[in-house]
């Protein structure tokens, strides 16, 4: 059975930092691409970061320079480093795992007050 957990969430005022952590099994976590997404009230959820089974990275455009993404096989954990957070990225984020297959967590809130 496949499981992603995220944590790390929270409520942060402008201009902090949160690190979403999102623990995987039931997968070959190393061969998988992992992502980050969010979803913001009455909005699409929107990928936020992406990082390759080769450590390859990309970012959306709102958040290039701000959020990092990282992962340790060994702990079968992907990371998101997020950086001088804005309101705007008040929003769930979810975990996404991919190989083959595409799975998901049950999101963690992120609340960024002005």
């Known amino acids: 059975q496949v499981q992603l957990v995220e944590s790390g969430g929270g409520l942060v005022q402008a201009g902090g930092s949160l690190r979403l952590s999102c623990a995987a099994s039931?997968?070959?976590?190393?061969?998988?691409?992992m992502r980050w997404y969010r979803q913001a009230p009455g909005k699409q959820r929107e990928l936020v970061a992406t990082?390759?089974?080769?450590?390859?990275?990309n970012y959306a455009d709102s958040v290039k320079g701000r959020f990092i993404i990282t992962r340790d096989n060994a702990k079968r954990t992907v990371y998101l480093q997020m950086n001088s957070l804005k309101p705007e990225d008040t929003a769930v984020y979810y975990c996404?795992?991919?190989?083959?297959?595409?799975?998901w967590g049950q999101g963690t809130q992120v609340t960024v007050s002005s």
């Open positions: 996404n795992a991919y190989r083959f297959f595409e799975y």
């Open positions: 039931g997968i070959i976590f190393s061969s998988s691409a």
């Open positions: 990082i390759a089974s080769t450590g390859i990275t």
